[in-house]
């Protein structure tokens, strides 16, 4: 398959037969010969076509290089989940452990040992830029780096346009709710990676019997890292199906499809199995009593599949809540005009699906993942994180199909294509410039411009300032309740604090609840917290287990205190 031209999935073998041709005086066919200049100058412009493109790639990821880069320690604010997915890192490096803590399968492990490899190679290993989330950080960033590389092929390929891809990479690069997220260390920034790879390597017209196989390896491991990337698995399963149903060993290339995707999923259950933590004890599945001797895979599956906070059909809903007040205010334009051009490619490829079967494809990928959003299960903000590729994808394929418009001349392609180059070039100025928000932005009294905070405004070195006031005041011995995102600092580098841990585990893990505080609040000594943290363990206490932690906060006092705009950082020194 040519992919020069929009995907076409019905024709996978052109043969071209050429009538004979007189020939002149000299023994040359005067036809052959002009074809041959007419063929000579097209394969000079499809030369150029090919630097063009190759230019704009490398623009799209300096883009996304510069974007992603710039300020890429300071902000935003270090936050919980970073903190996990590194300490979990740090136990496979320093403990040879999926966790520090007892694992009870909340997520498949893939992500922190791709993590832990990475910091594995570095001189310093979690020092080597300052901070353990520094560290991962840089990880995300070469990520995102390699995943607009992807984005850009496969958007290229499924519309057969440039102009589609490079669009695309620009929200993919640029959006606010695009960097805000993938700055941070993320297990879905790593499944979007893998996820992209996996399609990439299914729209390839290699013909080799492999490539199927990668493809779906690349799979299974977006589902080993997050296992939501699931929910893409039809869509891409359908794709190669079209895609290769006319070789004649399309039954084989089908079948390692399937087997890559399963056989690396499978290594997750083989490991529960051999653990004996495959199955819960008599095998009861009752979600009111957790099964006590030892945890097991398939009831933290059963659990999670049970986990409800509302769907798109209650309007005060995680999925409502976030949209409104979160997703929306950070870009609305890939959110609305996403959704927009989503649905525009679903019923321009339902409608013809022989031509437009591609546009179906890229509209199928943001749906299917959308159906994992709205459904009302357990929700947290950057959930919305695997979404936005696809969203732009959907946006460049939408924006390719109306540049078309634009009247061309075979003579003057020049002329056709500086008019398409003009009005996107005004497009991405609107929203560069302060009126769009996505680089510049008007300050709060709408009299100067000034950059976006994603650039600018430091909240990370707050944290920074906290962790050294610990250093400098607390003792190492001392019994700490804090936020997870100090963890691998204070346990990784001296002086080591072996008895400072996270709200989340102090309040339900026996080990730490149990043993180390006793459920008594005169045993913690020290409340390291912001905000935000007080506002999780309030919502994350209906069963009390967070009660002696907010009861200790009740006889202590402050001892250092830090705050900035909406955010606010605080030490508190329990009184007994």
């Not at 057969?160 to 490079?166: E, L």
Request: hydrophobic share 50%; net charge neutral.
């Amino acid at each position: 398959m040519d992919f020069t031209k929009k995907m076409d999935f019905t024709n996978y073998e052109t043969i071209s037969v050429r009538p004979p041709i007189g020939l002149d005086g000299d023994g040359l066919g005067v036809r052959d010969h002009h074809e041959r200049k007419l063929q000579a100058l097209e394969a000079r412009a499809s030369t150029h076509w090919v630097v063009l493109e190759r230019f704009f790639l490398v623009v799209s990821l300096l883009t996304g290089a510069i974007s992603h880069g710039y300020h890429l320690f300071v902000y935003p604010l270090y936050i919980t989940d970073e903190g996990i997915y590194m300490q979990q890192a740090w136990s496979v490096l320093r403990e040879g452990q999926f966790s520090p803590y007892t694992y009870y399968y909340d997520h498949a492990p893939a992500g922190w040992l791709f993590i832990a490899s990475w910091v594995a190679l570095l001189p310093h290993q979690f020092e080597a830029f300052g901070n353990a989330i520094n560290t991962g950080r840089v990880l995300m960033l070469l990520v995102h780096v390699a995943s607009t590389y992807l984005l850009f092929r496969c958007t290229r390929r499924l519309s057969g346009s440039v102009i589609a891809a490079v669009v695309a990479c620009f929200f993919f690069n640029l959006s606010p709710l695009a960097v805000y997220y993938q700055r941070q260390v993320l297990l879905d920034n790593l499944m979007v990676f893998w996820v992209l790879l996996s399609l990439y390597l299914a729209t390839s017209d290699d013909r080799r019997i492999l490539t199927p196989l990668f493809s779906g390896m690349a799979l299974g491991m977006g589902v080993l890292t997050k296992e939501n990337a699931i929910f893409f698995m039809p869509v891409i399963g359908y794709l190669l199906y079209v895609q290769v149903r006319l070789q004649f060993n399309y039954r084989f290339a089908l079948t390692f499809w399937f087997f890559g995707v399963f056989s690396i999923i499978s290594v997750y259950f083989l490991y529960a199995a051999l653990k004996n933590e495959l199955l819960p004890s008599h095998l009861s599945f009752n979600l009111n009593q957790p099964p006590a001797d030892h945890v097991a895979l398939l009831y933290t599956i059963w659990q999670q599949l049970h986990r409800s906070q509302g769907g798109i059909r209650d309007l005060h809903s995680l999925f409502w809540t976030f949209s409104r007040g979160t997703w929306l205010p950070k870009d609305t334009f890939v959110l609305v005009g996403g959704l927009g051009a989503t649905l525009m490619n679903f019923l321009i490829g339902l409608r013809d699906r022989k031509r437009h079967r591609a546009d179906l494809v890229a509209a199928l990928l943001a749906l299917s993942y959308g159906l994992y959003l709205v459904r009302g299960s357990v929700m947290l903000e950057f959930y919305i994180v695997p979404l936005v590729p696809f969203m732009t994808m959907n946006i460049g394929m939408a924006a390719s199909q109306i540049l078309r418009v634009v009247p061309g001349d075979k003579r003057m392609p020049l002329v056709a294509g500086s008019v398409r180059a003009l009005v996107l070039t005004g497009c991405f100025a609107v929203l560069l410039l302060p009126r769009g928000g996505y680089v510049l932005v008007h300050d709060q009294y709408h009299k100067t411009t000034v950059l976006h905070d994603l650039y600018r405004l430091p909240l990370a070195t707050m944290q920074e300032e906290q962790l050294a006031f610990i250093r400098a005041h607390i003792p190492p011995d001392a019994r700490i309740i804090i936020d997870d995102d100090l963890w691998v600092q204070l346990h990784d580098v001296q002086p080591f604090y072996p008895r400072a841990h996270s709200h989340w585990k102090a309040s339900s893990d026996p080990a730490v609840r149990d043993k180390l505080f006793a459920k008594d609040w005169r045993n913690i000594d020290y409340i390291v917290m912001s905000n935000k943290m007080l506002i999780v363990m309030q919502a994350n206490n209906p069963g009390g287990n967070e009660d002696y932690i907010l009861e200790a906060l009740q006889h202590a006092t402050p001892i250092w205190q830090l705050a900035q705009g909406e955010v606010s950082l605080a030490i508190y020194q329990v009184q007994k």
